[in-house]
């Protein structure tokens, strides 16, 4: 409606018609005298109505080159405002509650197909293939994933992870049937090791003689050996390989068939030497050598003639005494390394009750936990706490000792010994 405070009778009569209500709006007598003001004009006027409804009622000047010429007012309901702004509010309240149902219903079945479902389909093919151990299957399995996340990602990898193990068993059932056929082998090699070695020790008045050779692996390189060369000249050899395994202990088999073919077609242990040496030294591409001690015992005399390539100082125990080191000077090179080499021997003589002990140094460089060695100090208190004891119980005390300094430590070298004495005067009581 519009309320003007013009004279002009037409729109007095429609003011008039407002007029009558200046007790409701107070503001229309101001308006009508003349007299408003800024502070009177843009009031809102609120009524309770007999219903309980609320009016309201605003108004908003007009002005014509400056003189206020209409008002205008709005008369409105606000109770019926009221509810249709709260119908709606809980229209779009309700939509929105049913938009938010829809969009998780939407977002937990897109979860559901692109990770829920394949995750239950890896670990279904997982499964299968735990049981079954069939790739093929697995990599069909895993083949049906078709998303390109993560989970696809991870359905490849595990295909490709099945084709790997069954690869890698297959593998693996062909090196374990490979290292049985090569375990075998090696039993077979210690067997034939072990009996090229001497173990019946002679059965004589004269002499006393045990040896033994424990290999680090299933063969070794170190070998002993003791034969008659005639009725009586004993030769006695205790020898190591360079190397361990296989290769060792061919290299082992050729060293002792030389060293005993050449002594006994009576050759001076320095000889026998120098043609060992010589056939070593022939076709050796692998340049392997052995250590040797090679001695000829006269059983008649005590009397022994030796020569010493590269090996180990013998142990020597005369008669009541206690055992020792000794020393040759004429020590010479290992065989097999210099093709023109010339070795020398030396002689002593066992008194009847000695007793010559020769090793490999496996013996003196056996290594505890703190790679401490054994060292011949500790061999010679060994074998000193019974010194006139029969060899075999040398080479037990000897042994015991050695693995009681070892402890648990792993045997990294072959332990050879070999153990005679000398008791002539046997036959002569006899």
């Given at each position: 409606?519009?309320?003007?405070?013009?004279?002009?009778?037409?729109?007095?009569?429609?003011?008039?018609?407002?007029?009558?209500?200046?007790?409701?709006?107070?503001?229309?007598?101001?308006?009508?005298?003349?007299?408003?003001?800024?502070?009177?004009?843009?009031?809102?006027?609120?009524?309770?109505?007999?219903?309980?409804?609320?009016?309201?009622?605003?108004?908003?000047?007009?002005?014509?080159?400056?003189?206020?010429?209409?008002?205008?007012?709005?008369?409105?309901?606000?109770?019926?405002?009221?509810?249709?702004?709260?119908?709606?509010?809980?229209?779009?309240?309700?939509?929105?509650?049913?938009?938010?149902?829809?969009?998780?219903?939407?977002?937990?079945?897109?979860?559901?197909?692109?990770?829920?479902?394949?995750?239950?389909?890896?670990?279904?093919?997982?499964?299968?293939?735990?049981?079954?151990?069939?790739?093929?299957?697995?990599?069909?399995?895993?083949?049906?994933?078709?998303?390109?996340?993560?989970?696809?990602?991870?359905?490849?990898?595990?295909?490709?992870?099945?084709?790997?193990?069954?690869?890698?068993?297959?593998?693996?059932?062909?090196?374990?049937?490979e290292r049985e056929r090569v375990a075998a082998e090696l039993d077979l090699a210690a067997k034939i090791q072990k009996d090229s070695l001497p173990t019946l020790f002679p059965d004589r008045q004269d002499i006393q003689l045990f040896a033994s050779m424990v290999p680090a692996n299933e063969v070794g390189g170190d070998f002993y050996d003791f034969f008659l060369i005639d009725d009586d000249?004993?030769?006695?050899?205790?020898?190591?390989?360079?190397?361990?395994?296989?290769?060792?202990?061919?290299?082992?088999?050729?060293?002792?068939?030389?060293?005993?073919?050449?002594?006994?077609?009576?050759?001076?242990?320095?000889?026998?030497?120098?043609?060992?040496?010589?056939?070593?030294?022939?076709?050796?591409?692998?340049?392997?050598?052995?250590?040797?001690?090679?001695?000829?015992?006269?059983?008649?005399?005590?009397?022994?003639?030796?020569?010493?390539g590269g090996h180990e100082y013998p142990m020597l125990r005369q008669a009541n005494g206690d055992f020792e080191l000794f020393k040759e000077k004429k020590h010479g090179m290992v065989l097999g390394a210099l093709k023109r080499k010339t070795y020398t021997e030396y002689a002593f003589d066992l008194e009847p009750g000695g007793t010559l002990f020769v090793y490999t140094d496996g013996a003196?460089?056996?290594?505890?936990?703190?790679?401490?060695?054994?060292?011949?100090?500790?061999?010679?208190?060994?074998?000193?706490?019974?010194?006139?004891?029969?060899?075999?119980?040398?080479?037990?005390?000897?042994?015991?000792?050695?693995?009681?300094?070892?402890?648990?430590?792993?045997?990294?070298?072959?332990?050879?010994?070999?153990?005679?004495?000398?008791?002539?005067?046997?036959?002569?009581?006899?």
């Amino acid at each position: 409606m519009e309320c003007s405070p013009e004279t002009d009778q037409t729109q007095n009569h429609r003011l008039g018609e407002y007029w009558s209500k200046e007790e409701k709006y107070p503001f229309l007598s101001t308006l009508q005298s003349g007299e408003a003001d800024a502070e009177d004009i843009g009031i809102i006027y609120y009524e309770l109505t007999e219903n309980h409804e609320t009016k309201v009622v605003t108004t908003a000047p007009v002005f014509l080159d400056g003189t206020l010429r209409y008002v205008v007012c709005l008369e409105y309901g606000w109770t019926a405002f009221a509810d249709i702004l709260n119908q709606n509010l809980r229209s779009i309240a309700l939509w929105g509650v049913v938009s938010l149902l829809i969009v998780n219903v939407l977002l937990i079945l897109f979860i559901y197909f692109k990770a829920v479902r394949p995750m239950v389909q890896v670990n279904s093919g997982i499964h299968a293939y735990m049981e079954t151990k069939d790739s093929a299957a697995a990599v069909q399995s895993m083949g049906r994933i078709r998303q390109k996340n993560e989970v696809g990602r991870l359905a490849d990898s595990i295909a490709a992870m099945a084709v790997e193990i069954d690869r890698s068993a297959k593998e693996n059932l062909r090196l374990h049937g490979e290292r049985e056929r090569v375990a075998a082998e090696l039993d077979l090699a210690a067997k034939i090791q072990k009996d090229s070695l001497p173990t019946l020790f002679p059965d004589r008045q004269d002499i006393q003689l045990f040896a033994s050779m424990v290999p680090a692996n299933e063969v070794g390189g170190d070998f002993y050996d003791f034969f008659l060369i005639d009725d009586d000249h004993l030769g006695l050899v205790i020898a190591d390989v360079s190397g361990k395994g296989v290769p060792a202990a061919l290299f082992m088999m050729v060293s002792k068939n030389l060293i005993k073919n050449y002594a006994m077609m009576g050759l001076s242990p320095a000889e026998v030497l120098n043609r060992t040496n010589a056939s070593l030294c022939e076709n050796n591409s692998n340049r392997m050598f052995v250590t040797v001690w090679f001695g000829v015992l006269d059983l008649a005399n005590g009397h022994i003639v030796a020569a010493n390539g590269g090996h180990e100082y013998p142990m020597l125990r005369q008669a009541n005494g206690d055992f020792e080191l000794f020393k040759e000077k004429k020590h010479g090179m290992v065989l097999g390394a210099l093709k023109r080499k010339t070795y020398t021997e030396y002689a002593f003589d066992l008194e009847p009750g000695g007793t010559l002990f020769v090793y490999t140094d496996g013996a003196p460089e056996a290594t505890d936990a703190r790679e401490k060695m054994f060292g011949t100090d500790r061999m010679l208190e060994a074998l000193n706490q019974r010194p006139d004891a029969e060899p075999d119980a040398l080479l037990q005390s000897m042994q015991s000792a050695i693995d009681q300094f070892v402890g648990d430590a792993p045997q990294f070298d072959d332990l050879t010994m070999l153990c005679v004495k000398y008791l002539p005067h046997k036959e002569e009581t006899t």
